[in-house]
């Protein structure tokens, strides 16, 4: 089983920057398509992005689509979520999870996922 750490969370102001990652350990990276959720307060978790396991295919919901991208890096071991033109909505604590069952297609369902990351705060002043 692989184990995540995220890192890179922090507080930005609106219309600013941030790099999440996440890294991997325990089994081979590449055997996991990995996404990135988020939860607010008050608020159910909610999908972000998607990465297939050799980051040829991706998804984003809408509301991140042109300003979040994710990416991959399996000789690190490592996942990204850039994260661009930030807004206060986006303020969350951020989760990265893996997927061992698919191949092609990232998932967009929490219930798909075997394994999350502990979370990195992310806060966005306006």
């Known amino acids: 089983q692989v184990q995540l750490v995220e890192s890179g969370g922090g507080l930005v102001q609106a219309g600013g920057s941030l790099r999440l990652s996440c890294a991997a350990s325990?089994?081979?990276?590449?055997?996991?398509?990995m996404g990135w959720f988020r939860q607010a307060p008050g608020k159910e978790r909610e999908f972000v992005a998607a990465?297939?396991?050799?980051?040829?295919?991706?998804a984003y919901v809408d509301s991140v689509k042109g300003r979040l991208t994710i990416s991959r890096d399996n000789a690190k071991n490592t996942a990204y979520l850039q994260m661009k033109s930030l807004k206060p909505e986006d303020t969350a604590v951020y989760y990265c999870?893996?997927?061992?069952?698919?191949?092609?297609?990232?998932?967009?369902?929490?219930?798909?996922?075997?394994?999350w990351g502990r979370g990195t705060q992310v806060t966005v002043s306006s």
């Open positions: 999870a893996a997927d061992s069952g698919s191949s092609y297609t990232p998932q967009v369902s929490p219930q798909v996922y075997d394994t």
């Open positions: 325990g089994r081979t990276f590449s055997s996991y398509a």
């Open positions: 990465i297939s396991r050799l980051g040829g295919n991706t």
